[in-house]
T-cell receptor
Framework: DAGVIQSPRHEVTEMGQEVTLRCKPI?????LFWYRQTMMRGLELLIY????????DSGMPEDRFSAKMPNASFSTLKIQPSEPRDSAVYFC??????????????FGEGSWLTVV | AQKITQTQPGMFVQEKEAVTLDCTYD???????LFWYKQPSSGEMIFLIY??????QNATEGRYSLNFQKARKSANLVISASQLGDSAMYFC?????????????FGAGTTVTVRA
């Protein structure tokens, strides 16, 4: 089975530009997450969706960040305008209810963003 | 307060030996789940093992086992027969509350370097 697919894997952009990160969750998973990883703050949950509906966006740092999930197989995280402090690895992850209760979250390979 | 504490920033282990990675957690919930993820230098986050708070037996997955001590609130990962490919950062994570709460809190991680 295909895992979580993210694109682009690497992006270098200039400050002020718009950045769009894309994610395709594992087929059949009804939860989708966006995480950010930095050296200073570790792994942070930005937002998560259930059945394409945003459930908790309290981790989104500011209005420059927005996320959408137009259908069950696609989500975007957009930063506009980007700033150097947004440089990080952005992970998309997905999950489904498991009978055993673990509801394991599976991560994509990450999108490495550098804003110069 | 930190929900997940990993006190070992880095460890060295000889190939074929076992290594234990420490993880302590803080929660007042009765129902919670504990996870370990591996992040190799390539950056992806790989799910390793899960332990539910009500699971009576310690979880095992191949060479990975989780030493769950509920009273001590610890969930140490044991990697047996270390291989060079085990060199990576390892993260402990916790999901609090009922199974329908998907938020994961991550520790700071432990870097493991396996020596030949």
């Amino acid at each position: 089975d295909a895992g979580v697919i993210q694109s682009p894997r690497h992006e270098v952009t200039e400050m002020g530009q718009e950045v769009t990160l894309r994610c395709k969750p594992i087929s059949g998973h009804d939860y989708l997450f966006w995480y950010r990883q930095t050296m200073m703050r570790g792994l942070e949950l930005l937002i998560y969706f259930n059945n394409n509906v945003p459930i908790d966006d309290s981790g989104m740092p500011e209005d420059r960040f927005s996320a959408k999930m137009p259908n069950a197989s696609f989500s975007t995280l957009k930063i506009q305008p980007s700033e150097p402090r947004d440089s990080a690895v952005y992970f998309c992850a997905s999950s489904a209810r498991e009978r055993r209760g673990g509801n394991t979250i599976y991560f994509g390979e990450g999108s490495w963003l550098t804003v110069v | 307060a930190q929900k997940i504490t990993q006190t070992q920033p880095g460890m060295f282990v000889q190939e074929k030996e076992a290594v234990t990675l420490d993880c302590t957690y803080d929660t007042s919930d009765q129902s919670y789940g504990l996870f370990w993820y591996k992040q190799p230098s390539s950056g992806e986050m790989i799910f390793l093992i899960y332990q539910g708070s009500y699971d009576e037996q310690n979880a095992t997955e191949g060479r990975y086992s989780l030493n769950f001590q509920k009273a001590r609130k610890s969930a140490n990962l044991v990697i047996s027969a270390s291989q060079l490919g085990d060199s990576a950062m390892y993260f402990c994570a916790m999901r609090e509350g009922p199974s329908n709460d998907y938020k994961l809190s991550f520790g700071a991680g432990t870097t493991v370097t396996v020596r030949a």
